[in-house]
């Protein structure tokens, strides 16, 4: 493996027009190398959400990431259909349906990378990204890659924490950022894609923060069973 990550997304319109977004990404930190987009706009203080921990930060890090894909989806509507096509190093992914489903997908991998400090947990997803999860693939990866991290910080003498409580406060964060975009990118989208698109990622935030409050995982247990028997 090379040192460089890249996922590319394709969108093919009915009317033949195409549009295509690569993120290249430093394998070793994990962060996005393309070029910012530097803008007023980007500024943290037209952009700080509430629970953001940078204090001298000139520029938001995720809205530097942005302008590109606003501006192109800014006049066009969610439900807009496209052929949207996902290259990664393992495996190529097609599908036919909506921008707002492209789109979303899309964001799901600049967010991480992007150098927000409150989507940094969900670094680790990247390298193994996964277009088009439905909520509960994502839950699953999520909670996995959660229990993951608390494995390897026991391994290095650090407190793990197997209740999920961390993890919690984590998706509380990203909804808070999730919502404070959507209000942010409202200012320059004439129509509905680029918003839809934020607001799947803050459904599937309520979805895993749903299921963390109640912690009812029973449906998983079943696949597990061949884990509880130590006899076997």
């Keep these: 493996m090379n040192g460089k990550i890249n996922i590319s997304y394709r969108f093919d319109f009915e ?32 952009f700080r959400c509430k629970n953001c921990p940078l204090k001298n930060a000139e520029y938001c890090p995720l809205a530097l990431r942005l302008p590109e894909i606003i501006d192109f989806f800014s006049n066009i509507y969610s439900y807009r259909k496209t052929k949207i096509t996902v290259s990664t190093e393992p495996r190529n992914y097609v599908r036919e349906g909506t921008v707002q489903e492209g789109l979303s997908a ?20 990247v390298p193994f990204h996964l277009p088009f999860a439905t909520p509960v693939e994502t839950e699953f990866r999520v909670i996995s890659t959660y229990l993951f991290a608390q494995y390897l910080r026991a391994k290095n003498g650090l407190q793990p924490d197997w209740q999920l409580n961390g993890l919690r406060k984590i998706y509380n964060d990203i909804q808070i950022v999730n ?15 680029n918003l839809n698109a934020v607001a799947i990622l803050d459904t599937f935030s309520s979805f895993i923060t749903m299921t963390l409050e109640n912690k009812d995982f029973e449906d998983y247990s079943n696949y597990f069973q061949s884990f509880f028997n130590d006899k076997a």
């Design 15 to 46: 009317d033949g027009t195409s549009k295509s977004f690569t993120v290249t990404i430093d394998r070793e930190n994990l962060l996005i190398e393309n070029a910012p987009h530097f803008s007023d706009w980007a500024k943290i203080e037209n």
């Design 106 to 125: 899309l964001l799901g991998v600049i967010m991480p990378v992007s150098g927000c400090p409150v989507f940094a947990k969900l670094k680790p997803l």
């Design 179 to 193: 919502r404070n975009i959507a209000e942010q990118v409202r200012t320059f989208s004439l129509k509905d894609a």
